[in-house]
């Protein structure tokens, strides 16, 4: 069994989901050492870090309620730091594997009725087409969620749209009858690894369409380099290629599970 968390980021017009995955055990050694870089990190009240959260470090000066405010540029890159050398020590010595699926919408798709629905059940599906296919070999799979009620609407919405078609193709590929388990991502700490993972994929599949002579940021060049697995993006030309076949009649998740995506 393979237990994967996953999480999602996006700006508006980018929109990703990317995760993590391996075994229970390979969890089990892999939050000690998190837990270790939460508790040796110390907050601007002093006290240990609760929880990594790429957005609300990053963008601590424009979130009003951010607890990270009066950090230093200094510290942010040395919590990041820590985070990719647990995430980077669980892929040395343990299987480890990163997966994410990326798109790039922009503003005048006036075709979608409901963008972030849309741009998610798009996500979730070829997420999870992408898994299946890519790890044939074993047995099933659980997936983890954050449990915020958006979260759980999009995931609800992809399954009850979704799983007949996967489970004709892939027979058992889920793990009992409940496959989604939902979790605070203050407590679940793979949750957290994830978190980080798709924000860093989702700065990415930004800058590789607005600007592509931006310098990638190390922190994601860490990541990819130190781990194995699949980041595949659908960038302007793909989401393009999706919209002329629906408005020819195509229903948009058959479009979605055969539109190849173009890998990082």
Same mark, same amino acid.
């Given at each position: $069994?393979?237990? =994967?968390? =996953?999480?999602?980021?996006?700006?508006?017009?980018?929109?990703?989901?990317?995760?993590?995955?391996?075994?229970?055990?390979?969890?089990?050694?892999?939050?000690?050492?998190?837990?270790?870089?939460?508790?040796?990190?110390?907050?601007?009240?002093?006290?240990? $870090?609760?929880?990594?959260?790429?957005?609300?470090?990053?963008?601590?000066?424009?979130?009003?309620? *951010?607890?990270?405010?009066?950090?230093?540029? /200094?510290?942010?890159?040395?919590?990041?730091?820590?985070?990719?050398?647990?995430?980077?020590?669980?892929?040395?010595?343990?299987?480890?594997?990163?997966?994410? =699926?990326?798109?790039?919408?922009?503003?005048?798709?006036?075709?979608?009725?409901?963008?972030?629905?849309?741009?998610?059940?798009?996500?979730?599906?070829?997420?999870?087409?992408?898994?299946? /296919?890519?790890?044939?070999?074993? $047995?099933?799979?659980?997936?983890?969620?954050?449990?915020?009620?958006?979260?759980?609407?999009?995931?609800?919405? #992809?399954?009850?749209?979704?799983?007949?078609?996967?489970?004709?193709? #892939?027979?058992?590929?889920?793990?009992?009858?409940?496959?989604?388990?939902? $979790?605070?991502?203050?407590?679940?700490?793979?949750?957290?690894?994830?978190?980080?993972?798709?924000?860093? #994929?989702?700065?990415?599949?930004?800058?590789?369409?607005?600007?592509?002579?931006?310098?990638?940021?190390? *922190?994601?060049?860490?990541?990819?380099?130190?781990?194995?697995?699949?980041?595949?993006?659908?960038?302007?030309?793909?989401?393009?290629?999706?919209?002329?076949?629906?408005?020819?009649? /195509?229903?948009?998740?058959?479009?979605?599970?055969?539109?190849?995506? *173009?890998? /990082?």
């Amino acid at each position: $069994m393979v237990n =994967v968390y =996953v999480d999602e980021s996006d700006d508006g017009t980018t929109y990703a989901l990317a995760g993590w995955l391996t075994s229970p055990t390979g969890w089990n050694h892999f939050a000690p050492r998190w837990q270790t870089m939460l508790d040796t990190t110390l907050m601007p009240n002093g006290a240990p $870090m609760p929880a990594f959260h790429a957005a609300e470090i990053v963008e601590r000066d424009n979130i009003s309620d *951010s607890r990270f405010k009066g950090w230093t540029f /200094e510290q942010e890159i040395a919590v990041f730091t820590g985070a990719i050398d647990a995430i980077e020590h669980q892929a040395k010595n343990g299987w480890l594997q990163r997966v994410g =699926v990326s798109a790039h919408i922009p503003t005048s798709a006036k075709w979608l009725t409901n963008r972030d629905t849309t741009a998610w059940l798009l996500l979730f599906g070829r997420f999870q087409y992408l898994l299946f /296919e890519k790890y044939r070999a074993q $047995m099933g799979f659980s997936f983890v969620f954050d449990n915020k009620p958006s979260v759980r609407a999009h995931v609800n919405s #992809w399954l009850d749209q979704t799983q007949a078609h996967l489970d004709q193709h #892939w027979p058992g590929k889920f793990v009992d009858e409940s496959p989604i388990t939902f $979790m605070s991502d203050e407590k679940a700490l793979p949750l957290q690894a994830a978190d980080l993972l798709a924000y860093e #994929w989702r700065k990415r599949s930004s800058d590789r369409v607005l600007k592509p002579t931006k310098p990638v940021r190390k *922190s994601y060049a860490r990541l990819k380099s130190a781990t194995n697995g699949f980041l595949l993006h659908y960038g302007p030309e793909k989401m393009a290629h999706i919209l002329s076949r629906v408005e020819a009649g /195509e229903n948009l998740t058959t479009v979605m599970w055969d539109c190849e995506t *173009s890998d /990082e």
